[in-house]
C-alpha cells in the first residue's frame, strides 16, 4: 500500500513540494491606489491634471470615501482611467471595488426573524379570548381610567390651600423692633406673598416640608399685613392677616425755660445703581446710593426666567397632575450699616428675572423702600479662533469646526485663512507643503512634512495630535 504523501498520479507526486497559500487579504482600494501613486512618485495636483479628474475625486477614491463620490457609473470610469494611469490592472480593481461595495451593503442589511409558530391547543375545554372579548376590556379600562381621573381633579378641586402663621404666634402683637421674621406653613412648593406696609411686597416659597419664613421691615405704629398663599398643583388661595403694632417714642419732658428740641430730619432714600430694567449676562450687580437713615437692608426675590414677564411669583406651577415643582433660586441678601451717608454693595445673581428691593432704617421713624427689577441672561458662549497660514508651497487643506467643514480647497503661499469654533478643529492637509497654525493667539507651530499628507485634532490648550482618522 502507497502513503498518501507518496500518492503519484502518472509521473506527479502528490502531498509534497506545495507553495504555501497567501492568506493575508488585499489591501482596500483607497490604500493600493495611494501607494501605487506614491510608487510612481506623483502628488494629487499632478494626478489631477495627468487624468483630468477633480482632485476632490482622487482624494475620496485613496481614502475609500465613496459619499464623496457621484454616481457608481462615473466612479467605475475614476476607477479604470486612475488605475491605467497607476500602472494598476483595472479590471482587478473594478472588482475589488464591487466585492467593497457589496460587503458594505451586507453589513447594514437588517436580519429578519421569522413570527414563532402558533402553539398547539392543548386537549380540553379552554377559555377562548375572542376580539370582542379584547375590545370589551380595553373599553372598560378607559372608563374605569376617566372615572379615576374625574376623582383626582374633584379631590384636587375640593382640597383647601393650608396656611398657618407660626411667627407672631398671634394675629394682633406689639414688637418693639424694626423688623420681624414672619414664619409658617402651607403646601409644598406653594409661593407666599406678602403685603405690608406702602403695599411692599415680599415672596417666598415654601420648601418641601412646607415651611416658609420671610423678614420684613416694620414702621412705627400699626404694621398691617396679608399673607396670600398659592397651591401650586390646585392654584388655589389662602388669605391670612395680622396687625402687628410697634410703640411710638415717648416724647421728652420740655424743661422749663429751654425750647423744645428739633424734629428729627425725614428718612429718605435713593438706588442710583442698578435702574430698573437692568440687564447684565454675568451676573455682578453693584448696588449704591444715598440714604440719611443708618442701616440699609438688600432682599432680591426670583420673578421667572430670563426675558419672561409673569407676576412675582416664587416658582413656576407645574402641570396640572404633577405634584412636584422645580424650586425657585436663592437670590442675594445684605444687611449693611451706612457710614457717611452712602452705601454701596456688590451681589451675584443667578440668571433669571429678580426684583431687588432695598430698605433704609432710622431709629424712630418709618423705613423707606426702593424696587427694581433685574434681568440675568446666560454667559455668551466662549468662541476660539484658528489661523492656517502656508509659508513655503502651496498645499491642500481641509478644516472641520466643531464637525462641519469651513474650508476644503489649495491655499496659496503668504495666504492666512481664520476660523471659529466652540470646542475643536480637525485640520487635514494635502501631501505638498506644510502649515503653521496659531488658536487664540498662541502660535502651535509647523504641521506635516513636504510630501507626507496627515490629519489633526487641534483643541485649546493642549497640543495639536494625530487624528485617528482623516478629517
Not at 482632485?55 to 477614491?61: H, R
Not at 396656611?163 to 409658617?184: C, E, H, K, W, Y
Not at 402651607?186 to 416659597?205: E, F, K, M, Q, W
Request: charged share 20%; proline share 11%.
Amino acid at each position: 500500500m502507497t502513503s498518501r504523501p507518496n500518492l503519484r498520479i502518472g509521473g506527479r507526486r502528490i502531498g509534497r513540494d506545495r507553495a504555501p497559500i497567501d492568506a493575508t487579504p488585499a489591501p482596500p482600494v483607497g490604500e493600493t491606489l495611494q501607494l501605487a501613486r506614491e510608487r510612481k512618485g506623483v502628488d494629487l495636483y499632478r494626478a489631477e491634471r495627468d487624468t483630468k479628474i477633480r482632485l476632490k475625486y482622487l482624494s475620496a477614491l485613496e481614502d475609500s470615501d465613496y459619499d464623496e463620490l457621484p454616481a457608481p457609473v462615473y466612479v467605475k470610469g475614476f476607477l479604470r482611467n486612475y488605475a491605467i494611469y497607476l500602472g494598476l490592472e483595472p479590471d482587478e480593481i473594478l472588482e475589488r471595488w464591487r466585492d467593497e461595495m457589496e460587503q458594505a451593503r451586507t453589513a447594514t442589511r437588517v436580519a429578519v426573524i421569522p413570527p414563532p409558530m402558533p402553539l398547539a391547543e392543548p386537549g380540553g375545554r379552554r377559555l377562548h379570548i375572542t376580539p370582542a372579548m379584547v375590545v370589551a376590556g380595553l373599553v372598560l379600562m378607559v372608563i374605569f381610567a376617566f372615572v379615576g381621573y374625574i376623582g383626582v381633579q374633584l379631590a384636587r378641586f375640593v382640597e383647601v390651600t393650608p396656611l398657618t402663621v407660626t411667627n407672631p404666634p398671634d394675629r394682633f402683637s406689639q414688637v418693639d423692633d424694626t423688623s420681624i421674621t414672619l414664619a409658617g406653613t402651607s403646601s409644598p412648593g406653594a409661593s407666599i406673598r406678602i403685603t405690608g406696609p406702602g403695599d411692599l411686597l415680599y415672596n417666598v416659597s415654601a420648601d418641601e416640608d412646607g415651611a416658609w419664613s420671610r423678614e420684613v421691615p416694620l414702621a412705627l405704629g400699626r404694621n398691617d399685613f396679608r399673607i396670600t398663599a398659592t397651591d401650586p398643583v390646585t392654584q388655589r388661595t389662602a388669605d391670612f392677616t395680622l396687625v402687628i403694632n410697634v410703640p411710638l417714642p415717648s416724647p421728652s419732658p420740655t424743661i422749663p425755660g429751654t425750647s423744645p428740641s428739633a424734629p428729627p430730619v425725614a428718612l429718605a432714600l435713593t438706588l442710583t445703581s442698578p435702574a430698573d430694567g437692568f440687564q447684565t449676562s454675568d451676573g455682578t450687580v453693584l448696588v449704591q446710593g444715598t440714604t440719611t437713615g443708618t442701616r440699609v437692608t438688600m432682599s432680591s426675590t426670583w420673578l421667572g426666567e430670563p426675558g419672561s414677564t409673569p407676576a412675582p411669583s416664587a416658582s413656576p406651577s407645574p402641570a396640572p397632575g404633577n405634584p412636584t415643582s422645580v424650586p425657585a433660586p436663592i437670590g442675594p441678601a445684605r444687611d449693611i450699616t451706612v457710614s457717611g451717608g452712602s452705601y454701596s454693595e456688590t451681589l451675584e445673581f443667578p440668571v433669571g428675572r429678580w426684583q431687588l428691593t432695598v430698605v433704609a432704617y432710622s431709629t424712630g421713624q418709618t423705613p423707606v423702600a426702593r424696587q427694581v427689577t433685574l434681568n440675568v441672561g446666560p454667559p455668551a458662549p466662549v468662541t476660539h479662533q484658528l489661523t492656517v497660514s502656508v509659508e513655503v508651497a502651496e498645499v491642500f487643506v481641509r478644516v472641520l469646526a466643531d464637525g462641519e467643514q469651513v474650508q476644503n480647497g489649495r491655499i496659496a503661499v503668504g495666504e492666512s485663512r481664520n476660523f471659529t469654533a466652540l470646542n475643536q478643529f480637525c485640520v487635514r492637509k494635502g501631501i505638498a507643503g506644510s502649515i503653521h497654525l496659531t488658536l487664540d493667539a498662541q502660535d502651535l507651530g509647523v504641521l506635516g512634512e513636504p510630501g507626507k499628507n496627515g490629519s489633526w485634532i487641534v483643541v485649546p490648550g493642549v497640543a495639536p495630535v494625530k487624528a485617528p482618522q482623516p478629517c
